[in-house]
């Protein structure tokens, strides 16, 4: 047994104390350093989305290539509930979470009893269909121009609702948000549930001959990442002001799978996080220098794949010597299996 | 009836040219068990190589250049059919050795790997060929339009499907009649023991590469005069490649050019009725045979499963 943590271990372990202090003084340092306040206010919502898609990939082992389309959900329907029905920010976000949550239940329902390339493909095929969907249904989505002038609501306290207009004002939103989702999933991963879902990843037959329904797990998983990143789109339509099919391509949600995998997704919970600013540094950092920054980063992550599919955060801990997910990982399993025998 | 003649038509010309794209995608697949996300590049690569070969514009091929380039363009265009596809063939086959690291792990990292090699190629084509749209030159005799029963048909799209017929049929003739062809069915169906009958299976792996990169190079070609050459052509290549193959049954020859002729088939009628959706059809028409049949239509237990 683990001796017991302490309280802010188990919710606020060091690394997320690090980030949040990173992001909350991020307003003061990012101007110096040469870059500017709204790439920290994409930074943080890729953050939400890259840390629930890692969910499925580095945790349950399941590679999403269609999640881009859950994304341009919560996008859309935030915006349609601002522009349709009436400007409300918490309505709005609850919308977008719903709305992408059931666009993801109903897809899990025919992904749950597949695996590996075969899951992948129809996640492309999904994602695919929403995007082709959103492009083309003229009258609910506008077509490639997509939804513009999507109004940024005020953040309703009951009490006082202030503004969110200034990016200043809306990184901080932006960030309570980054900080809520981090928490719950931090908490949700070291849970039994996140057991299961790494024991699903290391031998599914295994886990199911223990006594899980395996797949109740996956269905559950995939849901929960199509929900957050429905609310990672909710925020990014708040931020741009605007909703297109652009984030629900192929490309797009390759993307994400890139920045996850750069990053460290397979070993570490804060894979997704250290690869969605790499990224995003990278792009505005390398971008300036050279407009073929896309083939020199696709460049870094085949080597990565071939090299190093451990990312960042593998290399990390390689170097530190710091005992690995895996390695947790495999306790937990073989916890699982005495569990099961008794 | 006869209205949607030409639209079932239309449909089965796409079809072949659907099943062409795929052929190269399925004979990767079924040895190597690898998705090749970079087909649809190399699809875009073999049109741009062929654009060079057509009408090479450098410097210092000097007079060879000149003398070359006064050649009628049917020769050049028939050229560029050979040389296109071959050095798209060596480009899959470097693709090839820096995936062998990825063997014996999960299918993903293959998955994983062509994706990144795919945004490469994509990129270095803007690079090097800029990202406007451009023209791949066709002879005149196999261009225009003709007449038929009172309908314009494009003349080309019909050579387009019967190159994709030949094509095809070459293909499975290699396949059924060739000891090669034997060796990679047998490859498809159980690598291993390919492997401890003595058969080199590092060069098969490296020749399948080639063929199949090669394959979409030369649907490239036969292609992009319909469909137009942009750098990000292929993705417009690889969705179709790749949900045939599903469709289809992975593995499977025949499942392939089935799959293509549904899926064209499918495009072809939704296009007679709701032309803006027509794409949507292939995806609906992939999640409700998968739902039904997980292995596709002809598809037999494969490793990919595991």
Known sequence: MAPRQSFAGRWVPGEMALLFVLMATLPLWIGPVGLYQYLGIEIAIWMIYGLGYNLLLGYSGLPSFGHGAFFGIGAYAFGLFQLRVFESLWLGMVCAVVAAAVAGAFVACFLSHRRGIYFALLTIAFGQVFWFVSIKWHAVTGGEDGLLNIPRPALELGVISPALSTNADFFYFVLFVLAVVTVLLWRLVHSPFGKVLQAIRQNEERARFVGYNVWLFKWAAFTLSAAIAGLAGSLFSMAQQSAYPDVMSLHASGIIVMMTLIGGGFVSFWGPVIGVAVYFVARDVLGTLTETWLLWFGLVFVLAVIFKPEGIAGAWQEFTGAKGRHALARRAMAGLISAGRK | ?306
């Open chain 2, 1 to 306: 009836m006869s209205h949607i003649l030409p639209h079932l038509l239309n449909g089965l010309s796409l079809g072949l040219l659907f099943a062409l794209i795929a052929l190269g995608f399925m004979l990767i697949v079924s040895v190597m068990e690898v998705i090749n996300l970079s087909h649809g590049s190399l699809f875009a690569l073999g049109a741009y190589f062929a654009l060079v070969v057509i009408d090479p514009d450098f410097a210092w091929l000097g007079s060879f250049g000149e003398a070359y380039r006064a050649l009628p363009l049917p020769a050049r265009y028939g050229l560029a059919f050979l040389i296109a596809p071959a050095l798209v063939a060596v480009v899959g086959m470097g693709l090839e050795v820096c995936m062998r690291r990825t063997y014996g792990k999960k299918a993903e990292y293959g998955l994983l790997l062509t994706f990144g090699a795919a945004l490469v190629i994509e990129e270095t084509i803007r690079v090097l060929w800029g990202p406007s749209e451009q023209y791949l030159q066709v002879p005149r005799d196999i261009s225009g339009a003709f007449l038929f029963g009172g309908l314009i048909y494009s003349k080309y799209k019909l050579y387009a499907a019967l190159f994709a017929a030949i094509a095809i049929g070459l293909v499975w003739l290699f396949l059924e009649r060739t000891p090669y062809g034997a060796i990679i069915k047998a490859g498809a169906h159980d690598s291993e023991m390919v492997r401890a009958l003595g058969i080199n299976l590092t060069r098969l792996r490296l020749l399948v590469f080639g063929l199949g990169a090669g394959l979409a190079g030369f649907a490239g070609i036969v292609l992009t005069p319909i469909w137009g050459l942009r750098p990000h052509v292929g993705i417009d290549a690889v969705i179709p490649a790749f949900l045939i193959i599903v469709l289809g049954g992975i593995g499977s020859f025949s499942g392939a050019v089935t799959g293509g002729i549904l899926v064209g088939l499918a495009v072809g009628i939704t296009g007679a009725y709701a032309s803006d959706w027509s794409l949507l059809s292939m995806y609906l028409l992939l999640i409700a045979v998968v739902t039904v049949r997980a292995r596709g239509l002809f598809g037999k237990k494969s490793v990919l499963e595991a």
